[in-house]
């Protein structure tokens, strides 16, 4: 959301759609609503914070895990906004961000740009994808298919994944 505080202090209509309702998060230590709830007020919160207003966003809640089975009520959902809004620029998760739910979320978005139809520029951003190499350590199972001339090892990466083996990678020349 760092992004969209410059384009709110400019003056920018901004507007923020939450397509999953958030409550699987701590499914297994409350009932479903209450981290929804939480979810969509933390969410107007930031939003504010940001110097936005909360009529500025909108919640689909999709359920979690399950976004992947409503890739086209997202798409119809958001062309419904996109046509509403008449936005220049659109920001989604990235494509290939670990979680399914936000695969599926950017279907869902480019989905409703094809309804939509009219030129848009689109940013896609990770939310998730820190949490992989090599911003991370590989685990051992992943490591040993990246860098087996590195063999096994616990503990940092190896210098040739960035951060300690003593035999570079390969480079392909292509």
């Known amino acids: 959301m760092g992004g969209r505080q410059q384009e ?19 499914s297994n230590r409350v009932d479903r609503e209450a981290p ?6 933390e969410a107007i ?18 359920p979690d895990g399950m976004a992947k089975h409503h890739v086209g009520k997202i798409a119809d959902a958001i062309a419904q906004l996109l046509f509403a809004w008449q936005p220049q620029s659109v920001f989604v998760t990235h494509m290939k961000e670990p979680p399914a739910d936000h695969v599926a979320t950017n279907l869902g978005v480019r989905g409703a740009l ?13 939310v998730w994808y820190w ?28 210098a040739c994944a ?3 083996c003593s035999t570079p990678m390969p480079m392909s020349a292509t």
């Open 162 to 164: 960035a951060s300690g």
């Open 36 to 41: 929804r709830i939480t979810r969509e007020g």
């Open 45 to 62: 919160e930031a939003v504010c914070r940001l110097g936005g207003s909360a009529d500025r966003v909108r919640f689909l809640r999709v």
């Open 131 to 158: 949490y992989q190499w090599p911003w991370v350590r590989l685990r051992d199972d992943v490591l040993g298919s990246i860098a087996p001339h590195c063999g096994k090892r616990s503990g940092p990466l190896p």
């Open 8 to 26: 709110l202090n400019s003056g920018a209509d901004v507007r923020f759609i939450f397509v999953t309702e958030g409550s699987a998060f701590h």
């Open 114 to 126: 094809q309804l939509y139809g009219r030129r848009v520029t689109v940013f896609e951003y990770p």
